[in-house]
């Protein structure tokens, strides 16, 4: 199954800008300096709950997330998305690829920055149909692989990738599979070696 008929130089070009439907793509600009850094690196998204007992004062949250903006360069992070009044989630961009160590970060910075006792919610990882987003998604199956790019004869991307036999024993080609078209959203071939 084919997920994206785009021709490969769009695919290309798509993969240039960041996040799924746009909300992050609104964001970026040429002076953006935190983009262009985490244009060809895998990028956590860590969500979570700055005051899930709802202690502060709008006026208050507001006031200590833009002490936590202020800071969060310094620790490798922007703020993508600021709390608000009823829902009091945030969300965080980091660069890597460990989720629980990027949240632990995260988590430790409100602490200290809004005083409360935040709830870190799920981590998830903008895609941009690199080769680190296919070895990101196999890593979350605790498997590794062999990645290679092609043209089709249409001029659409094309990835393969060579799993070991005995991966693919203990997890369903189909899984995989579907992981990685969602991810990459373009054709992909799994290879058994």
Known sequence: MVADRRPAGRVARDRRRIGAGGRLTA???AGNCFAARIADMRTAVIRIKV?????????LLSERTDAFAGQAPRHGM????????????MQVLMIGSDGAALQSAVTKLCVETFLTSPE???VTFISRGTDDDVRGVLA?????????????DDGFDVVTVRIAANDLARIPES???TALEASLNCEVNIVEV
């Open 120 to 122: 870190p919610g799920p």
């Open 78 to 89: 922007e703020v993508f998305e600021r709390p608000s009044d009823p829902r009091r989630e």
């Open 51 to 59: 005051d899930p007992a709802r202690e502060l004062t709008p006026e």
């Open 175 to 177: 899984r995989i599979h």
């Open 27 to 29: 964001r970026v600009s």
């Open 140 to 152: 979350g199956f605790g498997i590794s692989g062999d990645i290679s790019r092609a043209d089709s």
